[in-house]
T-cell receptor, first 115, second 108 residues
Framework: SAVISQKPSRDICQRGTSLTIQCQVD?????MFWYRQQPGQSLTLIAT?????????ESGFVIDKFPISRPNLTFSTLTVSNMSPEDSSIYLC????????????FGPGTRLTVL | DAKTTQPPSMDCAEGRAANLPCNHS???????VYWYRQIHSQGPQYIIH???NNETNEMASLIITEDRKSSTLILPHATLRDTAVYYC?????????FGQGTTLQVKP
């Protein structure tokens, strides 16, 4: 299975600022995913990031608010822009796993609190 | 993607089998059934998946009904560390869409 790390693990930010979350995986993967988990809720897919192409955003998420970079096959960043308290969530990076089983592996998450 | 229905919560005694049901009556012929779990404050963990046949691995067994409209995840000997939210997801190849899942509480 892939080993995924995220930085930072947690942060407390002020309203109106931006935070960039990094996701690093120990093997090359084509597809990476970003999820949000609001307090007490399930996971919601934000976008799919493939290397060499623009990220594909789910309904309700826009590039201006959540810009994503995917510079190579082992790394991606998600920026949460112009933050408000409603952005307080856990943000999780995920990568495709075994193509035969079509599974996904998840990072440990970044816990964001916006004051 | 097909919608799934799971009970919001279940209890299980430590050492006993935990049977977690999932209804997916609108599942399509090419959609697999996946199970993931999320232990508190961690990223979700893949458990098992199947299409038609029952499946077993080192973590669990997956029983899929013949009409594929429902399935059951079985943890044969639940431990306290199996306390988690369990998600049943049906999907073709592509993105995972999470529902609310079942919170399994394993009690001593």
């Amino acid at each position: 299975s892939a080993v995924i790390s995220q930085k930072p693990s947690r942060d407390i930010c002020q309203r109106g600022t931006s935070l960039t979350i990094q996701c690093q995986v120990d093997s090359q993967v084509t597809m990476m995913f970003w999820y949000r988990q609001q307090p007490g809720q399930s996971l919601t897919l934000i976008a799919t990031a493939n290397q060499g192409s623009e990220a594909t955003y789910e309904s309700g998420f826009v590039i201006d608010k959540f810009p994503i970079s995917r510079p190579n096959l082992t790394f991606s960043t998600l920026t949460v822009s112009n933050m408000s308290p409603e952005d307080s969530s856990i943000y999780l990076c995920s990568v495709e796993g075994d193509r035969e089983t079509d599974t996904q592996y998840f990072g440990p998450g970044t816990r964001l609190t916006v004051l | 993607d097909a919608k799934t229905t799971q009970p919001p919560s279940m209890d299980c005694a430590e050492g006993r089998a935990a049977n977690l049901p999932c209804n997916h009556s609108t599942i399509s012929g090419n959609e697999y059934v996946y199970w993931y779990r999320q232990i508190h404050s961690q990223g979700p963990q893949y458990i098992i998946h199947g299409l038609k046949n029952n499946e077993t691995n080192e973590m669990a067994s997956l029983i899929i009904t013949e009409d594929r409209k429902s399935s059951t995840l079985i943890l044969p000997h639940a431990t306290l560390r199996d306390t988690a939210v369990y998600y049943c997801i049906v999907r073709p190849a592509g993105k995972l869409i999470f529902g609310q899942g079942t919170t399994l509480q394993v009690k001593p």
